[in-house]
């Protein structure tokens, strides 16, 4: 379907990155963007920027990326911070294909089953059209353009079709043509495109005389095709709602309409090795005696291969993958990554996360995979539609730039440069770092929170288990202080709501465990005490304690407290970084008469407010962005089980959460899109629905 002269266009040279921005590099930011430009541009293939906490180490990437200019690759390890970098680098480069491309679930529960009590665990998920359109737009990007920046969270390393398979359906376009409407139609059919005369929505087309409109399922416009005889006359862009055009176009292309579909002769041939393997595995169990487990195979795959025969199509086609692409047994399946080509830039932020993660998803995807198979729900081919293991995802890659604050030992010892990146453009230090003895600890921790209080300031404690974090915060609340936990039992709207209360001062003091780290931005903290630093583990790592420490270091007044009798080499590492870096800002603020000033950031109130469905919830409804939406009677939990709502009142409420939630979604507030999902689901479980 695609002409020889684009695939031309899709290799060779370097892209055109048009970075905008309205201020210059400073502090140390033009070295380390010199550094890392050149070590690529003279062939390393793994590289580290260290940068500590608010250097600006986005604005770095992205002069990396217009320097160096090629298609770029950005894995995050969470859907929120992926959607902060991804709005960040479309500011950045507002000329360029900026596009986001994580898991299009908005809620997922995967198929397993439990052989222990004999519980088969159907697949469940709620697929946000937004964000697989979004995902859509991504491998449509890649191969339409070489000026491309994929934000990505670790589901980049999931199966997809080949990128060649992908290329050859793209359906390519252009005034002049000799093209038949009804070839077209036929075409966009294949590609899974339906038609749909009444609804204008994403994935479907129209036909009205000698013009079809096509609404493709990775854009926001609408493409007008029309006819002259078997020539097309014109193609132009349209808004779908109103059908105002919005230009002319002198091509198009036109990519399938969702990401498993396969070209039919190769369907045919897929089908055609799925009854092979049925019919061995059927074999393997006969011999076995295992005649339930042959029953279920034998009934889900034939229905399976039914759907597929009639429809192109099957739900869980993805566990077919392999059998239909024709790979053997064992081979990694096609991902993101190779619609990249072989010549790109990857950037992993906050590495020492997302490399574990990373190497931790193969094997929890195949034991969960292999239980399916031994009793009869899947192929074994099913565990080929699998994510990539560590190995072949950096065989894959073949240049990485590492951003973190604490590079692991992975980063170090491949990274053959590092950039380091600790100047602040607010002027900030690192905080002072002192060690002070155990005993007595807790007596000296409610002195300090507050003298802590008395200036203003806000206290993080870290303790080393969810126990201690409740123990504790019950002791202190007694001594008269103001303090809460959080932990991984509180739900997400919990979570929010404790940290947006915190800021605003309705408590001084916050205790948690592992939760203080990554992605928490608190100007108002002045101080973190780190509970018996010196018992070494994970809790008490170097790169654990480096990020705990961080959490302060926006506030001019932060400091950090470790509670420890004996100076392990994780608190030598501490001191010795920490002195380091305070020793080059201040040069560098008192050779250029900076006044270091705290960070400001507004409280996001849309996230705050008492913990939605609870008692007494008064949190103030938001929309995106926020402006304020249509107002349901407010529900709680509690008039839900007192039978207080009418059922009117309850759906008018419901359908008022969901419709915000969605708009949440789709504008990338994944957090405020969590709390609203959290909150639907309470009031729902509360009502029996």
Do not use: W
Request: net charge negative; glycine share 6%; charged share 25%.
């Amino acid at each position: 379907m695609l002409d020889t002269a684009f695939e031309n266009e899709m290799h060779g040279g370097p892209a055109d990155f048009r970075l905008a921005a309205p201020f210059a590099p400073m502090g140390d930011q033009p070295e380390a963007i010199d550094t890392l430009v050149n070590a690529f541009q003279q062939g390393a293939r793994r590289a580290i920027l260290r940068g500590v906490t608010g250097s600006g180490k986005t604005f770095t990437m992205a002069n990396v990326i217009a320097r160096f200019r090629r298609p770029t690759l950005v894995i995050s390890h969470n859907k929120t911070l992926a959607a902060q970098l991804y709005a960040e680098l479309k500011a950045f480069f507002p000329d360029n294909a900026v596009e986001y491309f994580i898991s299009y679930y908005d809620y997922y529960q995967p198929e397993a089953y439990l052989p222990q009590t004999d519980t088969y665990i159907e697949k469940d998920a709620s697929i946000n059209e937004d964000l697989e359109r979004f995902r859509l737009a991504a491998s449509h990007a890649l191969l339409g353009r070489r000026d491309v920046i994929i934000v990505a969270s670790v589901s980049c390393i999931y199966g997809l079709l080949s990128p060649e398979d992908y290329r050859g359906l793209m359906i390519s376009l252009r005034v002049g043509q000799e093209f038949p409407r009804e070839r077209l139609t036929e075409q966009l059919t294949e590609i899974q495109y339906q038609r749909n005369d009444y609804e204008p929505r994403p994935g479907v087309f129209r036909v009205r005389g000698d013009v079809v409109d096509i609404f493709p399922s990775y854009a926001t416009e609408g493409i007008r095709v029309s006819f002259f005889g078997d020539e097309i006359e014109s193609l132009q862009s349209f808004h779908p709602t109103t059908g105002k055009v919005l230009g002319s176009l002198p091509s198009c292309l036109l990519s399938p309409a969702k990401q498993f579909v396969m070209p039919k002769n190769q369907l045919l041939d897929g089908v055609g090795r799925i009854r092979q393997e049925l019919a061995e595995q059927l074999e393997a169990f006969d011999r076995a005696g295992k005649l339930l487990e042959a029953q279920r195979l034998r009934q889900r795959t034939e229905y399976d291969l039914a759907m597929l025969a009639e429809m192109g199509y099957c739900t869980g086609i993805e566990n077919y993958s392999a059998p239909l692409a024709g790979r053997a047994p064992g081979v990694p399946p096609p991902t993101l990554i190779d619609y990249f080509g072989k010549d790109f830039l990857c950037i992993v932020d906050e590495s020492h996360v997302t490399l574990p993660q990373i190497r931790a998803m193969y094997n929890g995807d195949q034991a969960r995979k292999q239980i399916l198979v031994d009793n009869g729900f899947r192929l074994p081919s099913a565990k080929d539609n699998r994510p990539l293991t560590y190995d072949e995802f950096d065989a894959r890659v073949p240049r990485i730039l590492y951003t973190t604050a604490t590079p692991g030992e992975t980063e170090r010892a491949v990274s053959t440069v590092q950039a380091e990146q600790v100047i602040r453009p607010t002027g900030l230090l690192d905080p002072v770092v002192e060690v002070r003895p155990l005993a007595g600890q807790i007596d000296n921790l409610i002195e300090e929170i507050r003298a802590q209080t008395a200036i203003g300031g806000r206290t993080l404690v870290a303790a080393l288990t969810k126990r201690a974090c409740e123990d504790l915060a019950q002791y202190l609340t007694d001594v008269g202080l103001r303090c809460e936990y959080l932990h991984s039992d509180l739900d997400a709207i919990a979570r929010v709501d404790v940290l947006a209360r915190l800021r605003r001062g309705a408590f001084d003091a916050l205790i948690g465990v592992n939760l203080l780290r990554e992605g928490l931005d608190l100007p108002e903290v002045t101080c973190v005490a780190i509970l018996d630093a010196d018992k070494e583990g994970f809790l008490r790592s170097e790169t654990s304690l480096i990020q705990t420490a961080g959490r302060c270091a926006r506030n001019v007044e932060g400091r950090v407290i470790l509670y420890a009798d004996r100076r392990t080499p994780a608190i030598e590492a501490v001191l010795a970084v920490t002195a380091a870096h305070r020793e080059k800002q201040q040069a560098y603020n008192k050779a250029h008469g900076i006044i270091p000033q705290s960070a400001r950031r507004a409280i996001n109130e849309d996230l705050g407010g008492e913990t939605p469905g609870a008692p007494g919830s008064a949190r103030a409804r938001r929309g995106t962005k926020g402006k304020i939406v249509s107002e349901p009677p407010l529900i709680t939990a509690r008039q839900v089980a007192e039978g207080s709502v009418s059922p009117e009142d309850l759906q008018s409420a419901l359908r008022a959460i969901e419709q915000e939630m969605r708009q949440a979604a789709e504008a990338l507030e994944f957090e405020r899109a969590a709390l609203l999902r959290d909150e639907l689901r309470a009031l729902r479980k509360q009502a029996g629905l």
